[in-house]
Nanobody, 128 residues
Framework: QVQLVESGGGVVQAGGSLRLSCAASGPAFSCYSMAWFRQGAGKEREFVAAINWSGANPYYADAVKGRFIISRDNAKNTVYLQMNRLKPEDTAVYYC?????????????????????WGKGTLVTVSS
């Protein structure tokens, strides 16, 4: 059983930054691919970013590429999402998730279908 707990959400003005953290408990964290997703009010869940076990090949949705950075610290069992130059349209509940199987959907818009564990989410609100 893997437990994922997000933190770091809050309210920020447009153009500002936030850093989200996702702390994992359970075995073999360094073997998991990890990802961030988000869901805005009245919208479907969307893929944000993903990172493999080594952290060497991150993937980003076009909407956040160049602004967000995903990283992981396997020694701390934690994955991060650094969000810069935030826009009001980034407002959403952000979820981290773990892919234990190494799905071929990694880094695609359908990657959410492959995730094995989800956190409860943390709310990010970007004001204009």
């Amino acid at each position: 059983q893997v437990q994922l707990v997000e933190s770091g959400g809050g309210v920020v003005q447009a153009g500002g930054s936030l850093r989200l953290s996702c702390a994992a408990s359970g075995p073999a964290f360094s073997c998991y691919s990890m990802a961030w997703f988000r869901q805005g009010a009245g919208k479907e869940r969307e893929f944000v970013a993903a990172i493999n076990w080594s952290g060497a090949n991150p993937y980003y949705a076009d909407a956040v590429k160049g602004r967000f950075i995903i990283s992981r610290d396997n020694a701390k069992n934690t994955v991060y999402l650094q969000m810069n130059r935030l826009k009001p349209e980034d407002t959403a509940v952000y979820y981290c998730a773990a892919d234990l199987k190494g799905s071929p959907l990694f880094g695609t818009t359908r990657y959410g279908d492959a995730m094995d564990y989800w956190g409860k989410g943390t709310l990010v609100t970007v004001s204009s």
